[in-house]
């Protein structure tokens, strides 16, 4: 236990802001870093170490976990464990479905209304991707790519859509984080965008429809060989 514990601290503060509750707090931290693998599957993740860590009663982290279970990012054995799940594949593909669905309407809307400003935003996301790409900080190019989408759903009017795909998507995300470091994969991630972004500005629907199905279709078309080299990260 007391290596997971040690990782956590080491990869972000340990104390929480006391003007916010903790318990969203303690879910954030965890979950976040149970998708970028700091907490890999099988991460044991024990209550009285965490409330330690984050300074907190049990309280919230017993909260923390309950949320996380409910997303499927761990498993809670009664009376014995708290593990971090493996990846679930196929809540993996409903995340990708759910996802694909929305977001071909959403980019086909945005190319009919042209909004410039919109294009600018996605200019600057797309910037900071490439600057993450080069330096091999793969944490921010994620949160980055994130930012990208979370653009399109905001200037269509569908934030709580992105609300929904984000807690949805805790197993697909960790897919594309153990993809990601492939040869090539953050490059074609931020000329797929590129595409998108000149489509919407376009006024071109359908090249922003085909453009999008791509991207969303790389981590998945690419499965059998995650899984050939992490096969102890995955569901059968």
Do not use: C
């Not at 990012?73 to 409903?94: N, W």
């Not at 996605?122 to 921010?140: P, T, Y």
């Not at 074609?188 to 991207?215: C, M, S, Y």
């Amino acid at each position: 236990m007391e290596a997971t514990h040690t990782a956590l601290r080491a990869a972000r503060p340990a104390r929480l802001d006391r003007a916010r509750q903790a318990a969203p707090q303690v879910f954030e931290r965890l979950r976040n870093a149970i998708i970028a693998l700091e907490l890999p599957p099988g991460a044991p993740l024990s209550r009285a170490e965490l409330a330690g860590q984050f300074g907190v009663s049990s309280t919230p982290v017993r909260d923390a976990l309950m949320r996380l279970e409910e997303e499927g990012l761990v498993d809670v054995f009664p009376q014995h464990a708290t593990v971090v799940s493996r990846v679930d594949v196929g809540r993996a593909d409903q995340a990708h479905f759910l996802r694909q669905a929305l977001e071909l309407e959403i980019v086909r809307m945005l190319a009919e209304q042209h909004d410039q400003a919109l294009v600018i935003r996605l200019d600057h996301a797309i910037a900071l991707q490439q600057q993450f790409a080069k330096a091999g900080d793969f944490e921010s190019f994620i949160a980055a790519d994130n930012d990208f989408h979370a653009q399109l759903y905001a200037a269509a009017g569908k934030q709580d859509l992105w609300t929904l795909v984000r807690s949805r998507s805790g197993h697909i995300d960790r897919l594309r984080r153990l993809h990601l470091p492939s040869p090539g994969k953050a490059q074609n991630i931020v000329r797929h965008h590129k595409l998108i972004t000149r489509a919407i500005e376009a006024g071109e629907a359908d090249a922003a429809q085909q453009h999008l199905r791509k991207h969303l279709s790389g981590t998945l078309s690419e499965l059998d060989k995650i899984r050939s080299h992490h096969p102890e990260y995955l569901t059968d």
